[in-house]
């Protein structure tokens, strides 16, 4: 990947390192992060972005995000926080909020794609309403488990007696 990187010119290539972060017990760690990033060093790449990959619903937290770029040698703008979402589908939105696209149109002096205003609008459309059914076909899975732990504490404590 270094000489790919040295053959295309820096204008041409990015380097996206994506770590996990792990919670526990509510402390998002940011260590393994910071030793990937040491190792990938090692190496003579140094990552334009670090995405952040948090293994719960919350985002990643600020005070996270702040350690990560002080440890890792990066702006608070190039660490990206991706956490659970109800569908695969809203990880761009996600990645989009942050602000994913500028940076990279900034980073490889990419011009933006002018889109026409009604294709935006439907997009949009169709955006909240993906948002709206997949938030409702979320909670079937957590409603579903829960009606299954309650059947079978029900059959354990009937079969006891």
Not at 24 to 43: F, I, N, S, W, Y
Not at 45 to 64: F, H, K, N, S, Y
Not at 127 to 156: H, Y
């Amino acid at each position: 990947m270094r000489q790919f990187q040295f053959r295309v010119g820096p204008e041409n290539f990015a380097l996206i390192h994506v770590s996990l972060v792990p919670d526990m017990h509510g402390e998002q760690k940011t260590k393994p992060t910071q030793a990937t990033v040491r190792d990938l060093r090692g190496l003579g790449l140094m990552p334009d972005l670090i995405a952040c990959r948090v293994l719960i619903p919350q985002p990643l937290g600020p005070e996270t995000k702040a350690k990560i770029s002080m440890f890792c040698h990066v702006s608070q703008g190039q660490v990206i926080g991706i956490h659970d979402v109800s569908s695969v589908y809203h990880v761009p939105l996600l990645l989009r909020e942050q602000g994913i696209v500028q940076y990279l149109q900034k980073r490889l002096s990419l011009t933006p794609v002018e889109k026409p205003t009604i294709m935006v609008e439907r997009g949009e459309d169709i955006q909240r309403r993906w948002k709206d059914m997949t938030d409702v076909i979320g909670c079937v899975p957590s409603i579903a488990r829960r009606l299954n732990f309650l059947r079978s504490a029900t059959e354990k404590i009937a079969t006891s007696m």
